[in-house]
């Protein structure tokens, strides 16, 4: 499976929030910062806390995309 975090970097944007700022907000541990950074699936405990921090949706901060033929990781 595949997922995109740049719905959520939109999100940020626009509520003006840093990277750093929801980290600390949103208790997420600097590794699953950067497993968002490279776009690898996180918990949906961690989504969860995100979606709170910012009052938002699933939807809203990530979506699906479809693997390319042989990008398996």
């Not at 999100?11 to 750093?20: A, C, G, P, Q, S």
Request: aromatic fraction near 6%; glycine fraction near 4%; charged fraction near 35%.
């Amino acid at each position: 499976m595949a997922v995109s975090y740049n719905r959520l970097y939109k999100v940020l944007e626009d509520k003006n929030v840093t990277m750093v700022e929801l980290r600390k907000a949103a208790d997420i541990a600097p590794n699953t910062m950067t497993r968002i950074r490279k776009n690898e699936e996180v918990s949906l405990d961690v989504l969860g806390r995100i979606c709170h921090v910012l009052h938002s949706d699933f939807g809203d901060i990530m979506e699906y995309v479809e693997e390319k033929e042989g990008d398996n990781q």
